[in-house]
């Protein structure tokens, strides 16, 4: 989250055109079903959220996100912190998305200065707290491990391994278009690759020019970004919209090429979102959440 069965697929995320608060729920973002394809839209947040105004249509906030609801989003995850630091929407932000129906979960930022050890203590902390804390609707609460790319393959496997001592729980696997961990990934011997691949792979590509370098050639798919890290079989969950920070205003990054075909906004949202995809039915989803996440109730 920067500021930004296998057959072939051929899908539209969600809606092909851009709506308007004129027309209230108009074009379902909820996945186009293709043969065996499904695929369920689920939104990140974190203290920068919600963004800006920038459009008419309908908001949301961090204690009410029934507008990202209504738009067809079957979970959000929230960060619960970065680097040492707790974020103080987080608690808001999975009580509403509870309230509203959609499946919560939580994401912690993983940095190099602070040990991967200690950062995962305190992922566990806040999510054993948010768990106790309420009476929940939702089964289970997710967890995501989202690693920076500076990152080395024994810190994300301390941090992997120490939510799952603690919790019983393999949080999944964000990483961002990064050549500096596609090369490590990439040299890392067998027994290294199986124990990253027992995290599912969230990867982030806001579009099919980006991720180009000296080394890697942009990946233009979300298929060819999990062969170039070449532990992954294939993708779980994908962000294709994000956002760039310009004088501080947001920009919406949104992945629309080729068979991917995605409006700027969600739905008939006022303002950008941060947004995900995940591979598989709702009842995939459902357990999905449930192995990866503590339970709830």
């Not at 810190?155 to 050549?179: C, H, W």
């Not at 490590?184 to 027994?191: F, K, S, Y």
């Not at 990867?203 to 970004?225: C, K």
């Not at 739905?267 to 979102?273: C, E, K, S, V």
Request: proline share 6%; aromatic share 10%; with cysteine.
């Amino acid at each position: 989250m920067r500021r930004l069965l296998l057959l072939p697929i051929v899908f539209l995320l969600v809606h092909c055109r851009e709506t308007t608060s004129t027309e209230p729920n108009a074009a379902n973002p909820a996945a186009t079903n293709a043969g065996s394809g499904e695929f369920q839209q689920i939104i990140n947040v974190s203290a920068y959220d919600p963004k800006e105004r920038q459009r008419e249509g309908r908001s949301y906030s961090q204690r009410d996100v029934s507008a990202l609801a209504d738009n067809g989003a079957r979970g959000l995850i929230a960060r619960a912190g970065k680097g040492g630091n707790l974020d103080e929407k987080c608690s808001d932000f999975v009580a509403a998305a509870d309230r509203a129906g959609m499946l919560p979960g939580l994401y912690y930022r993983v940095q190099k200065h602070v040990s991967p050890v200690s950062q995962a203590d305190q992922f566990v902390d806040r999510a054993q707290s948010l768990a106790k804390g309420r009476s929940w609707n939702a089964p289970a609460l997710l967890l995501c491990g989202d690693y920076d790319g500076d990152l080395s393959l024994s810190a994300i496997l301390s941090f992997m391994d120490r939510v799952e001592k603690r919790t019983g729980v393999i949080p999944i696997t964000y990483l961002e278009n990064s050549q500096e961990l596609k090369l490590l990934t990439r040299a890392a011997d067998p027994e290294t690759k199986a124990r990253l691949r027992r995290a599912p792979y969230w990867l982030a590509l806001y579009s099919h020019t980006s991720g180009a370098g000296p080394v890697f050639p942009a990946p233009g798919t979300p298929e060819n970004l999990a062969k170039q890290y070449d532990v992954w079989p294939e993708w779980t969950m994908w962000q294709y919209g994000g956002v760039e920070w310009s004088n501080g205003a947001s920009r919406p990054k949104v992945f629309s090429h080729g068979r991917y075909q995605n409006a700027t906004y969600f739905g008939n949202l006022d303002r950008p979102t941060e947004r995900n995809v995940f591979k598989g039915s709702q009842a995939a989803l459902n357990a999905f959440w449930k192995k990866h996440g503590i339970a709830l109730r």
